[in-house]
T-cell receptor, first 115, second 113 residues
Framework: EPEVTQTPSHQVTQMGQEVILRCVPISNHLYFYWYRQILGQKVEFLVSFYNNEISEKSEIFDDQFSVERPDGSNFTLKIRSTKLEDSAMYFC?????????????FGPGTRLLVL | RKEVEQDPGPFNVPEGATVAFNCTYSNSASQSFFWYRQDCRKEPKLLMSVYSSGNEDGRFTAQLNRASQYISLLIRDSKLSDSATYLCVVNNAGGTSYGKLTFGQGTILTVHP
């Protein structure tokens, strides 16, 4: 069964450093998402991406964040200058184009710890 | 009012018990509804979509009441493996959206022998 993959599984970084989280969505999916989950809190939407551009973003997704689909398979989330409060689990998700196939499938996540 | 609200629990039930979870959502324009389960430190995984007519998948039954903006999940004959956090999830909670999912806080279920 196809699945969303994410690398790395864990990342530890110093405050102020840049991090790039990588995701490989399911191959025939066209919508891509990033969510985050701070420990003990709910899953929160960050950004959606379709047709090579951001389609929607949340208040959390400020100028420190960016997303990119550099090639036909990868989808990345970059945090330019990490803050302590960026420590969280980051989940990538993808779904098929439209219609009844709207289920979003989540990757296993990257646990980011900012020191 | 929270966009998606759930009783956080925890619910501690014996094997074989029937347990029900409830959820309310605030945006009447919401279009799609789901229950996901999340195991400790893992990703959310779709348990089932929720349809207006109600739907069943084995031991799991989901109901949607659009008038009351209320979603429920019933688990019959609980198994130890059902122990997890159950997430009530709403799509398009913000109106125009490209599939943004809005999650509830989750309800913790522990099934004991």
């Amino acid at each position: 069964e196809p699945e969303v993959t994410q690398t790395p599984s864990h990342q530890v970084t110093q405050m102020g450093q840049e991090v790039i989280l990588r995701c490989v969505p399911i191959s025939n999916h066209l919508y891509f998402y990033w969510y985050r989950q701070i420990l003990g809190q709910k899953v929160e939407f960050l950004v959606s991406f379709y047709n090579n551009e951001i389609s929607e973003k949340s208040e959390i997704f400020d100028d420190q964040f960016s997303v990119e689909r550099p090639d036909g398979s990868n989808f990345t989330l970059k945090i330019r200058s990490t803050k302590l409060e960026d420590s969280a689990m980051y989940f990538c998700a993808s779904r098929e184009l439209s219609g009844s196939k709207e289920t979003q499938y989540f990757g296993p996540g990257t646990r980011l710890l900012v020191l | 009012r929270k966009e998606v609200e759930q009783d956080p629990g925890p619910f501690n039930v014996p094997e074989g018990a029937t347990v029900a979870f409830n959820c309310t959502y605030s945006n009447s324009a919401s279009q799609s509804f789901f229950w996901y389960r999340q195991d400790c430190r893992k990703e959310p995984k779709l348990l089932m979509s929720v349809y207006s007519s109600g739907n069943e998948d084995g031991r799991f039954t989901a109901q949607l009441n659009r008038a009351s903006q209320y979603i429920s999940l019933l688990i019959r004959d609980s198994k130890l493996s059902d122990s997890a956090t159950y997430l009530c999830v709403v799509n398009n909670a913000g109106g125009t959206s490209y599939g943004k999912l809005t999650f509830g806080q989750g309800t913790i279920l522990t099934v004991h022998p």
